[in-house]
Nanobody, 115 residues
């Protein structure tokens, strides 16, 4: 059964860093576009970063220059490196992988930025 599993969330102080991982079980992972979303309580789910199959990336303005999305197709894993974290980055972070008719979501990982 194809699935995505996120890990790496936790509690971090403002200005700190975390690296989220998204491990995928589907075959042909390299063909998928991978997105990271986040959802804070009371807010809509927000697209944070995207990496295409060819490696092109895009970021929300709120995280540009602080977050970096990457992928290792040999390991079937995508990453979100988050630096200079702010309290407003607190949310559940979700990984999404999609290619033609296939679309998979992970279960989410909590990121809390607080002193």
């Amino acid at each position: 059964q194809e699935q995505l599993v996120e890990s790496g969330g936790g509690l971090v102080q403002p200005g700190g860093s975390l690296r989220l991982s998204c491990a995928a079980s589907m075959s042909r992972f390299s063909l998928y576009t991978v997105d990271w979303y986040r959802q804070a309580p009371g807010n809509q789910r927000e697209l944070v970063a995207t990496i295409a199959s060819g490696g092109d990336t895009n970021y929300a303005n709120s995280v540009k220059g602080r977050f970096t999305i990457s992928r290792d197709n040999a390991k079937n894993t995508a990453y979100l490196q988050m630096n200079s974290l702010k309290p407003e980055d607190t949310a559940v972070y979700y990984c999404n992988a999609h290619w033609i008719v296939y679309n998979y979501w992970g279960q989410g990982t909590q990121v809390t930025v607080s002193s």
